[in-house]
Structure formats: C-alpha cells, structure tokens
C-alpha cells in the first residue's frame, strides 16, 4: 500500500516536499511515479524515478523540469518529490504509483504502474 503526504496550500513561487512510502513492499525495487490530476483534466505524469535495478534514474515531464526533484531514501522505504517555483498551474491531486517492471528508464504511462496511492492534494494559490 502507497501512502502520499506532503501536500497543503503554498503560495505561488513557494515549495512543497511530497514523501510516497509503502508499508510491506520494499520501494526500492519499484520504479515510481508521480502523477497529478486537477479538475476536468486528464491524468499527467509529473516524474518518476527507476527501481535501483534501473540505476534509479530520474524522468520528468517539460512542465516541470527544472522545478521538480524526484529522489530517494531508501533507508526510509521513501520517495520524494520536491516540488519549488510553484505555479496556480501545479494545482492538482498528485498521487504516486509503483512499477514492477525493471527499465532502464522509467515512463510515465500511467498503464505501467500497478500499485497507487490515494493522492495528496497540492493548491497553489495567493
């Protein structure tokens, strides 16, 4: 089970730092996804990360290049998405999801995680 936390109210430019962790599953051999959904949109893809079999490599999407960071802590059975510049356009419900499959590169097609949260609501607003 994928559990989401981090989220809350930022002001535009301001930063947020989500956490995904997993009770009973060791993250580390899951690529994993963040993904975000806002109102009357379609799911996106937001970044995502490859198992530590895949090199742990980093993904993400032109939207938020530049202003996001996905990493790990594998001591923590935790990944993060730190999230800075915040824009009113980042507002959405951003969940993450885990990948069984071993890639060298992660994707963000959401038909590729098998595992998901509940999602965390981020709001970006003055």
């Known amino acids: 089970q994928l559990v989401e936390s981090g989220g809350g109210l930022v002001q535009p430019g301001g930063s947020l730092r989500l956490s995904c962790t997993a009770s009973g599953d060791t993250l580390r051999y899951y690529g994993i996804g963040w993904f975000r959904q806002a109102p009357g949109k379609e799911r996106e893809g937001v970044s995502c990360?490859?198992?530590?079999?895949?090199?742990?490599?980093?993904n993400y999407a032109e939207s938020v290049k530049g202003r996001f960071t996905i990493s790990r802590d594998n001591a923590k059975n935790t990944v993060y998405l730190q999230m800075n510049s915040l824009k009113p356009e980042d507002t959405a419900v951003y969940s993450c999801?885990?990948?069984?499959?071993?890639?060298?590169?992660?994707?963000?097609?959401?038909?590729?995680?098998?595992?998901w949260g509940q999602g965390t609501q981020v709001t970006v607003s003055s």
């Open positions: 990360i490859s198992s530590i079999d895949g090199s742990s490599r980093p």
């Open positions: 999801a885990a990948d069984p499959a071993v890639r060298g590169m992660c994707n963000m097609n959401s038909r590729s995680y098998d595992y």
